[in-house]
């Protein structure tokens, strides 16, 4: 635990407009609908920055391809690659040659622009659509430290992004996730963090210790997980800015696991096992007082609250097989909600409220998929030998989640709530059980 | 000897039995790296295997672990005994109630074809099943205590179902002497 105060403390990123007597936004023409689906990617282009002084010529290249990665990204997006432009931005403030642009078929251009005074850095960008030859909303500047560049480059691409497609960004958020390494049948697992993108990789815990499935609380402050240093599983609470670990909730003979914060960050709900029975319980972080909210001799785990804090979505295997329930976040009666082929594990609620999402077991295969919160119109994202652990992005729009090829390594991948745009998160060596942070501030 | 260090002897002797018995060393290397009671990754080297003892011995924990068989295996989501798993743990319980200074670890374990924390779950079920029958054959409940590691520590990971048939399984643990 000794890298802890390493952990990046929290740096204030300033936001303000730029030109804020530019023109008011108009009917934006420049529209992806992405509830749709989106078949054709919106062909971008995102020039090198324009550096506005000596020390901001080393980001030039960097910020703009850390934007066009994170739009990409997406899948919603396809680049026009620098070598195909015809048109140079050497000056963020002059005007802007759309024929240029529309002659190699760019929809929208991103043009931004970078300084570095000591340690301080300011990035400012522009959103074009070039079709109408608009500016697409105003003008935005960025100030922080040149360390937290690729932040300020997710900034920009939570900003373009929104101003596109109408909704909330996830570039500048983070994940935590559990590291792993040596031999299957005795694998050294660790607690690490990094940024969506699989970039700035922290190690939280030394390897020493079994630790599985953390979450991460609603602010990003902290980091709830499982860990197996006093011999069998308890829940530990990790504060990330002091990297303070507190065990939490362990009850005499019980073993505990599988927390999950509460939307307000005050309190957990949480699996303990006794007695060969398994059952949720929910304890204040302020008081440490706990509350027992199911009863029943099966398995109750996997709790997730919905993001209103009235319910709690949670796995039982009560009718003979794991399924899906719903029940209301004091406990009391629950309401099953799964009832396809297969077992259901894992229900983790949206951030938005609409869906949740699921690992499904059926046939020999394992899926990713959401359901409305009623249980109906179940969709499968995902099919492989193993998935499981889904976690939300920020804007409830993509899923990342565990993925171990038959006889391979675990590592981590998203998927887009449409079933599209299945890809890899990188990691240095196997990785499993991700959990996606908010949005930083 | 206090009661520390003859724990370490014999978790040392039981690691380095492990060796000669490729299936009981993921469990040991288990309890080794999740450090067990804060002796993780401080036995291994330098300790005799003498009190491991010759399996031919009945009251060697050699006898215990390869001959009687420290571990009895489940069916997919089930902690419910097979009647070879009764005979073992049957044969379990005489050799521990003949054997009273030792105390008893049951792990639990599943496969790796389920989600993460219901397997956790899931091997408390199957370690309590085990605990509550070796009760019933007269192992005091005071010497025993369970640990699940869900699918964390698979015997052998080949999956394939030969794999997943012996990882789910409960492991009956010596751990330790009673008194020092």
């Keep these: 635990m000794r890298r802890f105060s390493q952990i990046l403390p929290l740096i204030a990123l300033t936001l303000a407009t730029v030109f804020a007597g530019f023109a008011p936004v108009q009917a934006q023409p420049l529209r992806l609908q992405i509830t749709e689906g989106v ?7 995102v020039p090198a920055f324009v550096a506005e002084d ?17 739009l990409t990204g997406t899948g919603l997006f396809r680049e026009v690659p620098p070598q195909a432009h015809i048109a140079r931005i050497t000056s963020f403030d002059a005007g802007i040659g759309f024929a240029d642009w529309r002659a190699i078929n760019v929809q929208a251009l991103i043009t931004g622009a970078v300084s570095v005074s000591g340690n301080r850095m300011n990035v400012k960008f522009r959103v ?23 932040r300020m480059a997710h900034k920009v691409s939570d900003a373009v992004y929104t101003r596109i497609t109408g909704e909330d960004g996830y570039f500048d958020s983070r994940v935590v996730f559990v590291a792993e390494s040596g031999p299957r049948d005795n694998r050294a697992k660790r607690l690490a963090i990094m940024d969506q993108d699989g970039e700035n990789v922290e190690y939280l815990t030394d390897g020493r210790t079994l630790v599985i499935a953390p979450r991460m609380s609603p602010t990003g402050d902290r980091v709830v997980y499982t860990s197996y240093e006093s011999g069998s599983p308890r829940i530990v609470l990790l504060n990330l800015a002091s990297g ?52 029943s001799p099966a398995i109750a785990t996997a709790p997730s609250f919905s993001p209103d804090g009235r319910f709690i979505a949670f796995e039982s295997d009560r009718s003979g097989t794991s399924q899906i329930y719903v029940m209301p976040a004091t ?103 991700p959990a996606w942070g908010p949005l930083r501030p | 000897m206090n009661l520390t260090t003859k724990s370490l002897l014999l978790l040392g002797a039981l690691a380095l039995a492990a060796c000669n018995n490729p299936r009981a060393g993921g469990t040991f290397g288990g309890g080794g790296a999740d450090g067990f009671g804060g002796t993780g990754g401080g036995y291994g080297t330098g300790i005799s295997t003498g009190e491991l003892g010759d399996p031919n011995d009945p009251r060697s924990i050699a006898h215990f672990n390869q001959r009687i068989g420290d571990r009895v295996f489940f069916t997919v989501d089930s902690s419910s005994l097979t009647p070879e798993g009764r005979e073992t743990l049957n044969a379990q319980a005489r050799w521990l109630n003949a054997n009273p200074q030792y105390a008893i670890v049951v792990e639990g374990h599943a496969d790796e074809r389920g989600t993460r924390e219901y397997n956790v779950a899931l091997g408390e079920r199957r370690a309590n099943a085990v605990l509550q029958y070796l009760v019933s054959q007269g192992v005091s409940a005071g010497r025993m205590r369970t640990v699940s590691y869900g699918k964390e520590r698979p015997v052998e990971a080949c999956a394939a179902q030969r794999c997943w048939d012996i990882n789910r399984r409960s492991v009956t643990v010596i751990s330790g002497g009673l008194t020092g």
């Design chain 1, 331 to 433: 406990g009391g009666e629950a309401r099953r909600i799964s009832f396809g082929q297969g077992r259901y594990s894992t229900p983790v609620w949206s951030p938005r409220g609409d869906l949740i999402a699921f690992t499904k077991s059926n046939a020999g295969r394992f899926h990713i998929g959401v359901m409305r919160t009623d249980g109906s119109e179940e969709r499968l994202l995902t099919a492989s030998f193993l998935d499981e652990g889904p976690t939300w992005a920020p804007n409830g729009r993509v899923v990342m989640f565990t993925r171990e090829a038959q006889g391979g390594d675990p590592s981590l991948f998203s998927v887009d709530i449409t079933g599209r745009n299945l890809r890899r998160v990188p990691t240095q060596g196997p990785a499993s059980d």
């Design chain 1, 244 to 295: 303070q670990r507190q065990m939490v909730g362990d009850q005499p003979g019980a073993m505990t696991f599988s927390p999950r914060f509460a939307p307000d960050g005050q309190s957990l709900v949480y699996s303990l096992a006794r007695g060969g029975n398994t059952d949720l319980y929910r304890m204040d972080l302020r008081g440490g007082q706990q509350q027992q909210l199911t009863n």
């Design chain 1, 54 to 70: 000596n020390g901001g010529t080393r980001y030039t290249d960097g910020l703009a391809r850390v934007v066009a990665a994170n």
């Design chain 1, 128 to 150: 074009y659509d070039v079709v109408s030859g608009q500016q697409l909303g105003q003008g935005l500047q960025f100030a922080g430290t040149v360390n937290d560049w690729r």
């Design chain 1, 39 to 45: 078949i054709d990617p919106m062909p971008i282009a």
